[in-house]
């Protein structure tokens, strides 16, 4: 594997580490919770943009890699928007991400640098 690839996935598992244990931290359970701490939410949304730029520069040294990242162009458009419409950002938007979309980012990129 390229190296500039394992780094970036390594900048990826660990902005997704970091999201955990920050939730983890806060105790959050709910969107509630999640809406109440200030931030908490600018540091998942500033993690959440490293893992855009991560990805981004992932796909811009090979492609291929589009197919085996399955969310790979929304979580690139999740990070143009948190960083160029910042004052648009939608908490409902971003738990929902946390909630239903970084588990299966995380799974993903746990066998491109771990695989079988």
């Known amino acids: 594997m390229d190296d500039r690839i394992e ?3 390594y900048d990826v598992a660990f902005a997704i580490e970091e999201i955990e244990a920050f939730i983890k931290e806060y105790d959050v359970n709910t969107f509630f919770d999640y809406k109440a701490h200030l931030m908490l939410k600018r540091a998942v949304e500033r993690n959440l943009e490293i893992i855009g730029e991560a990805v981004k520069r992932i796909l811009k040294r090979n492609p291929a890699y589009e ?3 399955t969310q790979s162009k929304a ?13 648009g950002i939608s908490d409902e938007n971003i738990w929902s991400i946390l909630i ?3 588990p ?9 640098m771990y695989p079988l």
């Open 75 to 87: 979580i690139i458009s999740l990070r143009n928007h948190v960083i160029h419409a910042y004052d």
């Open 100 to 102: 239903n979309h970084l």
């Open 7 to 9: 780094k970036c996935l």
């Open 67 to 69: 197919k085996r990242i």
């Open 104 to 112: 299966k980012l995380k799974r993903e990129i746990n066998s491109l």
